[in-house]
C-alpha cells in the first residue's frame, strides 16, 4: 500500500500538467485580480514581461514531477543521496509559489525582491549549517508563510469576488491546494528528529505522500478551472 500510495504521489502531478497543457495557449494571460479595475494597482499583477502566475505554476509543477521521479529512482541507489536536489527543489518551490501568491494578491515589486532577498540568505544558511534531517524542520517559518497569504488571498477573494462562485475561481483552488498541504505536512516537519527516530516514520511519511496528491489533485482542478475560464466562449 505504501509504495502504491508513493506512485500516486510522485505521479499525480500529470493531471494538473495535462489541463495546464491543453490551455497552453492561455498561459501568458494576466490574472483576473489584475484586471479588475481595468490595471493593476502596483504594477506586478499586471504581468512582467513573459512571466504569469500560470506558466510559473506549471513550470513548478513540471519541475516537481521530473525531481519526484529522479529522486524515486536515486534514492534505489544506496550510494547516491538525493539531499541536493531536496534542496534546490524547496528552493524553486519557494520561488515558484512565492511568485505566483504576489501576481494574484499584486503585490508591489520592492515587496517581492525583499522577500526574495530574505529567504534567498535563509536558505543559503540552511545549505551550510543544518543537517538532511532537520532541514525539513526548517521549513516551518515557510509553511507558516503559505498559510498566511493563502488566508490573505481566501480574504480577497471574499471582499472582492471576481466570480458568481468560488469553484469557478483558479485563485480559490490553487490557495486550497496550498493550504490542504502545508496543514498536512507541517507537523511532520516540525517533529521530524523524533519522528525520524521512530519506527512508524515510515506510515508516517506516507502521510506526506498523501497531502502531495493531494495538492496535485487540487492543482489539477485549479488547472481545469483556469483552462474553462480562458476559453473565449466563456469569457
Known amino acids: 500500500m505504501q509504495q502504491i500510495i508513493l506512485l500516486l504521489s510522485v505521479y499525480s502531478p500529470l493531471l494538473p500538467l495535462f489541463f495546464f ?8 494571460s494576466r490574472p483576473v485580480i489584475a484586471l479588475q479595475n481595468g490595471k493593476s494597482t502596483t504594477g506586478f499583477g499586471a504581468g512582467v514581461g513573459l512571466i504569469t ?8 509543477v513540471c519541475i516537481g514531477f521530473v525531481v519526484d521521479v529522479i529522486s524515486l529512482y536515486s534514492n534505489s ?33 520592492r515587496i517581492f525582491y525583499s522577500v526574495v532577498v530574505v529567504y534567498s ?5 540552511l545549505l551550510f549549517f543544518f543537517s538532511e534531517f532537520p532541514f525539513l524542520t526548517a521549513h516551518v517559518p515557510e509553511a507558516i508563510t503559505w498559510v498566511c497569504f493563502s488566508l490573505l488571498l481566501y480574504f480577497h477573494l471574499l471582499k472582492k469576488p471576481i466570480t458568481d462562485s468560488l469553484s469557478k475561481s483558479f485563485e ?10 502545508v496543514s498536512g505536512t507541517t507537523f511532520i516537519y516540525l517533529f521530524e528528529s ?7 516514520f515510515a506510515h508516517l511519511w506516507t502521510l506526506q505522500n498523501v497531502f502531495n496528491t493531494f495538492f496535485n489533485c487540487l492543482l489539477g482542478v485549479a488547472a481545469w478551472v483556469f483552462l474553462r475560464a480562458s476559453m473565449p466562449e466563456n469569457r
Open 77 to 109: 541507489l544506496a550510494s547516491i543521496s538525493n539531499f541536493p536536489l531536496l534542496v534546490m527543489f524547496n528552493y524553486l518551490e519557494f520561488m515558484s509559489l512565492f511568485t505566483v501568491f504576489c501576481f494574484l494578491l499584486d503585490f508591489s515589486a
Open 172 to 181: 480559490f483552488w490553487f490557495a486550497t491546494a496550498v493550504l490542504v498541504y
Open 121 to 125: 540568505l535563509y536558505y543559503v544558511s
Open 53 to 60: 502566475p500560470y506558466n510559473v505554476l506549471a513550470t513548478y
Open 21 to 28: 497543457w491543453q490551455g497552453r495557449r492561455y498561459l501568458f
Open 194 to 200: 523524533i519522528i525520524y527516530q521512530s519506527r512508524e
